[in-house]
């Protein structure tokens, strides 16, 4: 989609601190990083919030690759957060599906 950000970074027209890739699935870091480890997970494929998302999958892949990149970082056993917000009441501001990997702090609320 041309006129979506992370569409852009998968592109290679915006830059991103890439942390993996494959033919599905790209991670990079958080520009605004809410915690020492903060990077996202997106598809390739343009999905705009979890209500359009139907390929379970695709879905799955996201949160294993999160785990993956965690336990490479070298935080996984301390724990993290995996986070994916949908529309306003949910906080997303970038509407391509992305979940969030946030760690190497211990999180001060239940959510949040
Ligand atoms: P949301 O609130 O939609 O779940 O989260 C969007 C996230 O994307 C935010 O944490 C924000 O810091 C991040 N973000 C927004 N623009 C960019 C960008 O251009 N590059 C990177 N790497 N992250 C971005
Ligand atoms: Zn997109």
Do not use: W
Request: charged share 25%.
């Amino acid at each position: 989609m041309t006129d979506c950000l992370f569409c852009k970074i998968i592109a290679g027209d915006i830059p991103a601190e890439k942390l993996y890739e494959d033919d599905r699935v790209l991670a990079f870091k958080d520009i605004n990083a809410l915690a020492p480890e903060h990077f996202l997970v997106i598809p390739k494929e343009h999905i705009s919030t979890p209500n359009d998302a139907d390929n379970a999958e695709l879905m799955g892949e996201l949160s294993l690759t999160a785990t993956r990149i965690a336990k490479e970082r070298g935080f996984a056993e301390s724990g993290y957060r995996l986070v994916m917000n949908c529309n306003a009441d949910g906080g997303q501001v970038v509407f391509h599906i992305h979940l969030h990997c946030l760690g190497g702090r211990k999180m001060t609320s239940p959510i949040g």
